[in-house]
């Protein structure tokens, strides 16, 4: 029973790190006029994003209580190789560090991909995530912010099978079928906050939905709502603030992604939550801050007693740096 049980929390261990595959508000100060939320490239342009993801988790297991915290903050370089007559940008984005930071019953784990000095990580995800600093691949973005299409990954996915051949063979199938370029894009379109096409007013409200499967898990479902807030001062620039918010949901995983040795057990996802909020520049037609924050509960059901249960919740922080900053991963411990 308890190398079983054992086996049963390295398997959760994972899902979470799939799931973990996450400004003060002042008064409007430009009335009620529309604004059009559209991004707006230039050809050669460079843009630097540092995304900062913080997640907690505590639960419940034969065990006894589980508790973990992890911060992961990558920095991304894009520049613009064209723009299409339709506005649309060719992005060759790559990874530029990597820094994370992890506490769990399995220990503590620190990598730092700026740091020369820095041995390299021993935990099989830790290398896996690592391996994809200094990869590019090349994106296509709308001016509404819809991504078209993703292309490059073929080096991460090779990365990402290496890590799991640590799985035997049956239980790695699953995740063979899921890590294809198909799978990753569905994992950035749901990353994408696409705008609407018209100019938008104070108060106006418009709907994504998204759908992305997950290891073991099922299909994770999005339905978020974004709200314009209005016209407010961010570091001395007047910018776009949308609202947003959000229900997750949950498809049980075909009998072809299910784990065999979770075949027994019921997966099941329930009160998944999230809010955020966008700062957009609209005369730069850039993204100045995002920060999206989730909350959901997994739960896994097995006979004789073998109950886990765990609460996640995440914190997204993507921001954009400047060019020239000296800024990196390693700088914001």
């Known amino acids: 029973m308890t190398s079983l049980t054992q086996m049963c929390i390295g398997r959760f261990s994972t899902v979470i790190i799939a799931l973990a595959m996450l400004v003060t508000f002042t008064p409007e100060v430009q009335g009620q006029t529309a604004v059009a939320l559209r991004y707006k490239w230039k050809e050669g342009e460079v843009i630097r994003q540092r995304q900062t993801t913080e997640t907690a988790s505590t639960g419940t297991s034969p065990m006894g209580p589980m508790k973990s915290s992890k911060k992961e903050v990558f920095v991304v370089r894009m520049q613009v190789q064209s723009v299409a007559d339709d506005g649309s940008a060719t992005l060759e984005c790559l990874y530029e560090s990597l820094r994370i ?16 000095e820095a041995a390299k990580p021993s935990d099989p995800a830790v290398k896996a995530q690592a391996s994809i600093v200094g990869e590019q691949w090349i994106m296509v973005m709308r001016p509404d ?23 035997p063979p049956a239980s790695r199938a699953p995740f063979d079928r899921m890590f294809s370029e198909e799978w990753l894009q569905e994992m950035m379109y749901q990353h994408a906050m696409t705008f609407p096409s018209h100019e938008v007013r104070v108060g106006e409200s418009w709907t994504q939905n998204s759908r992305t499967r997950l290891p073991m898990i099922g299909t994770m479902t999005k339905a978020m709502t974004m709200t314009y807030k209005g016209m407010q001062d961010l570091a001395g620039s007047q910018v776009a603030k949308v609202d947003l918010s959000m229900n997750v949901g949950h498809e049980p995983a075909a009998k072809d992604e299910q784990d065999p040795v979770l075949s027994d057990m019921k997966v099941s996802m329930k009160d998944g939550t999230g809010s955020g909020e966008i700062w957009f520049d609209v005369a730069k037609g850039q993204l100045r801050k995002q920060l999206v924050r989730h909350a959901m509960t997994i739960d896994l059901a097995g006979p004789h007693g073998m109950n886990i249960s765990q609460r996640i919740e995440a914190v997204t922080t993507i921001e954009v740096i400047d060019d020239d900053a000296t800024d990196s991963a390693a700088g914001k411990k």
Do not use: A, W
Not at 101 to 116: A, C, L, N, R, Y
């Open 145 to 167: 912010g819809s991504i078209k299409s993703v292309k490059g990954f073929e080096k991460l996915l090779d990365q990402m099978r290496r890590y799991m051949n640590d799985l």
């Open 101 to 116: 930071d992890s506490d769990s019953e399995m220990g503590k784990v620190t990598f730092d991909s700026s740091d020369p």
